[in-house]
């Protein structure tokens, strides 16, 4: 029995000093030209969603649209509450945090999930997605990144329960990228921008951060203060359930709908309907990256699955 204790003692002391291992940074220096900071931006802003994330968002308004003058601070929460396995904090990464930070060392941690001081970061940040994209498209990210005005705000440390406190370190792994395919193959550039967007993070369920559900069928619950819990919804191609029965011109339309500014602005008293999805941020996406996104989702396999979008505090 001691020798079984010695073992597993020895196996965690190896896993908090050993690992994250994915290697040293790479040795890279991103050129902060006009195309690659607007290509980094909309990336950013309307595709994978670097800022919303580690901006504030107002909850009092629908959707949680951005707040002004908040872009990059950090400090968003996803805890027990909401179904994770302890408290974590997005960081701040406008230039009052990153600014000791080479440009390697940020493209390592959008990428592999560990940050400058090779410390594991809890995949509510989707780096093994991001980890599978063009490296020219993380570079872009990279570049906008760097043009965030600095921010004084110290988020707190974030705190993984056990046993996640030990896995998390087992998760981080090195990466390659991938090659973003030609929008002339609607179906592969589509699964590439659903991927970059991270569809399947949150309309996939999940438990303390372990899937337990049929990829895209819904079913991730988040809860809000008030006591209210919103669930993400089916978007395999289900007839009954899902998004079977929408053209390309309704999914499309969907989203484009929330550029209206009077999303932006409408008002949600606590106890109403709210989401987290980021309409007003998804809004942004070029129609020809939601036409590819609607080409490949249609393509997916069909799960039935009804999912109650919105239950009020019981």
């Given amino acids: 029995m001691a020798i079984v204790i010695i073992g597993i003692a020895g196996l965690l002391v190896y896993v908090k000093a050993a690992l994250p291992d994915v290697g040293n940074a790479p040795d890279i220096k991103v050129e902060l ?14 595709v994978t969603l670097c800022i919303d994330c580690h901006s504030e968002r107002d909850f009092t308004l629908w959707s949680g649209p951005l707040v002004v003058g908040t872009l990059g601070k950090g400090g968003e929460a ?5 179904g994770f396995p302890g408290k974590f904090y997005a960081r701040n990464i406008s230039q009052s945090h990153l600014k000791d930070w080479s440009d390697g060392e940020i493209y390592r941690a959008i990428t592999t999930g560990v940050n400058k001081d090779n410390k594991p970061i809890f995949s509510i940040m989707p780096w093994d997605n991001f980890g599978r994209m063009d490296p020219e498209d993380i570079k872009d990210i990279v570049a906008y990144i760097r043009t965030l005005p600095a921010q004084s705000n110290e988020p707190p440390v974030s705190d993984a329960d056990f046993p996640m406190n030990f896995i998390l370190n087992t998760l981080p792994h090195a990466t390659t990228g991938g090659e973003r395919p030609s929008p002339a193959d609607p179906v592969a550039y589509g699964a590439y921008m659903v991927n970059a967007a991270g569809c399947g993070v949150c309309h996939t369920k999940q438990e303390k951060g372990k899937i337990v559900g049929e990829p895209f069928a819904g079913g991730f619950e988040f809860g809000f203060p008030d006591g209210s819990i919103v669930t993400s919804v089916n978007i395999t191609p289900d007839k009954e359930t899902g998004i079977g029965d929408w053209n390309e011109a309704a999914f499309i339309n969907k ?12 008002i949600i008293k606590p106890g109403q309907i709210q989401t987290v999805m980021p309409w007003t941020m998804y809004s942004g996406m070029d129609s020809t990256d ?6 490949y989702l249609k393509t997916i396999k069909p799960v039935k699955n009804q ?8």
């Fill in 255 to 266: 989203f484009k709908q929330y550029t209206d500014s009077n999303y932006h602005a409408l």
């Fill in 33 to 46: 030209t006009p195309e690659r900071i607007k290509r980094g931006e909309y990336l950013a802003h309307h």
């Fill in 78 to 82: 996803f805890t027990e509450a909401q």
């Fill in 307 to 314: 999912v109650t979008k919105w239950r009020p505090k019981t």
């Fill in 290 to 295: 939601l036409k590819a996104i609607y080409a």
